[in-house]
């Protein structure tokens, strides 16, 4: 503002305007009768610019002032100013708010802001699709009134918000979520919910192998302290028994050999990284070495093994390929009654892949094992393949394999006729040596 714009400054305005006025009164003789009507005047003036002010103020779209002159020019300029400043804030504001909502919509978590009376302020797009809030339609409901979840209301009601909630999303039972809230401004919460769909998984995998693994090495270990505490005194035991103790503790000691060493094959095969695509499996070498081990494990059982290989190497990890081979072979052998035929073929099959293949005239699966035949541990039949020694971690390991060949498990099977498993790798994982 003009720094001369003082009272000093106003009075002489004033008198200046009024000195005609006095004169032509002195003049004239009629001294108050001029003053008053210069007063008139100067009071119509003021009127003049306040009736202007308060149409701009009220009915004008215009942002800029009217012209005015004299002090009515400092307050039309200091209004249009602090009406500027305001107007400036106001879209900083705008921004930073802006700013903030694109912040929140591109977190990977749900959020959403309340007041301490339960009213819905702000919910970002996540939120929406994990709690089924409408926005703007739901601002200002009440979020117990939104968010029926019984877990979520006692939560809320108990107002301890120091510990995170877990429940599940009220749109989609299968997602787990994990809710926290936090006093945000005075009277205001933010609550921010995470998908811990997978987390839980996770965990709950790790407890069951934890558990699996346990109960898989403590029943062979029951065994063998059970022979053992009976040959605390072996000249009580009949000849006939001890030769069956040595008998099973020497199958069970094989088995939870076998075990650890499966566990070992499944941990080495999930932990490993790398292009498959750097080494090279020489798959005529490995299949000679399997049709060897193949004849090996057969020679109890006598089926009828047919072999048909094509010489085509693939890219991948040879140790994997074997285990992947092996397993598939050795399920064959094992679990179909003697006398069996069985057909193990690497062939080329349309669009350029290869498939692995072994067929067996076995027991066949019933469908509804076939989808869970890869998890860890599973088997068919606990009891008939305990004897088998298996450790159900024979087609997990198949699985880990393919998948890092980016191949997966093909398993047909008919109870009674025979199962196929088999696998296909891509032609463009195959070694063209042209
Ligand atoms: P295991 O060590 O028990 O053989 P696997 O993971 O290799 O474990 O196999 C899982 C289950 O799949 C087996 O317990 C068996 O019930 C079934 N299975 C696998 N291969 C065959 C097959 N060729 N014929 C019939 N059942 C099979």
Redesign the pocket.
């Known amino acids: 503002m003009d720094n001369h714009y003082s009272v000093p400054f106003i009075l002489r305005g004033l008198l200046l305007f009024l000195a005609p006025f006095l004169l032509i009164g002195w003049l004239a003789d009629a001294f108050w009768m001029w003053l008053a009507i210069g007063l008139i005047v100067v009071v119509s003036w003021h009127y003049l610019y306040q009736l202007r002010l308060i149409h701009w103020l009220w009915r004008s779209r215009n942002l800029l002032p009217p012209s005015a002159s004299g002090s009515w020019s400092y307050i039309y300029d200091g209004i249009y100013r602090t009406q500027r400043r305001s107007q400036q804030r106001r879209r900083a504001l705008a921004r930073i708010l802006r700013r903030f909502r694109e912040a929140s919509e591109a977190l990977p978590d749900a959020a959403f802001v309340f007041r301490r009376d339960g009213a819905l302020l702000w919910s970002n797009k996540l939120a929406q699709f994990y709690f089924g809030l409408r926005w703007p339609g739901d601002a200002g409901l009440r979020i117990s009134s939104l968010i029926r979840h019984p877990d979520f209301l006692a939560y809320l009601n108990r107002g301890d918000f120091s510990e995170a909630l877990n429940m599940p999303s009220p749109m989609r039972e299968s997602l787990e979520l994990e809710l926290r809230i936090m006093p945000y401004s005075e009277d205001q919460f933010l609550l921010i919910a995470r998908d811990v769909t997978q987390l839980r998984q996770l965990e709950n995998m790790r407890r069951d192998f934890v558990a699996n693994v346990s109960h898989e090495l403590k029943t062979p270990l029951t065994v063998l302290q059970g022979y053992l505490e009976m040959m605390e005194s072996p000249a009580d035991v009949p000849d006939a028994l001890l030769a069956k103790a040595v008998k099973d503790m020497d199958g069970q000691t094989t088995r939870m050999g076998k075990l650890i060493d499966?566990l070992l094959v499944l941990s080495r095969i999930e932990s490993q990284a790398g292009d498959i695509f750097d080494h090279k499996v020489g798959m005529p070498r490995l299949l000679k070495a399997l049709e060897n081990d193949a004849i090996t494990l057969n020679s109890e059982r006598n089926h009828e093994l047919v072999f048909d290989f094509e010489n085509v190497d693939m890219y991948g990890r040879e140790d994997e390929m074997r285990s992947v081979i092996m397993?598939?072979v050795s399920?064959?052998i094992?679990?179909?009654p003697a006398g069996g035929t069985i057909r193990i073929s690497w062939k080329p099959v349309l669009g350029g892949a290869m498939e692995f293949c072994?067929e067996?005239t076995?027991?066949?699966?019933a469908q509804e094992?076939i989808p869970r035949?890869?998890e860890r541990f599973?088997?068919?039949?606990r009891d008939?393949?305990s004897k088998?020694?298996?450790?159900?971690?024979?087609?997990?390991?198949?699985k880990h394999a393919l998948e890092h060949h980016n191949s997966h498990l093909q398993i047909n099977?008919l109870p009674g006729k025979?199962?196929r498993?088999s696998f296909r790798i891509s032609a463009e994982q195959l070694v063209d040596d042209n």
């Open positions: 499966q397993n598939l399920n064959a094992y679990y179909t072994v067996d076995g027991p066949g699966i094992h035949l890869t599973y088997r068919v039949d008939r393949n088998r020694g298996g450790t159900g971690l024979g087609l997990s390991i198949v099977s025979g199962s498993f």
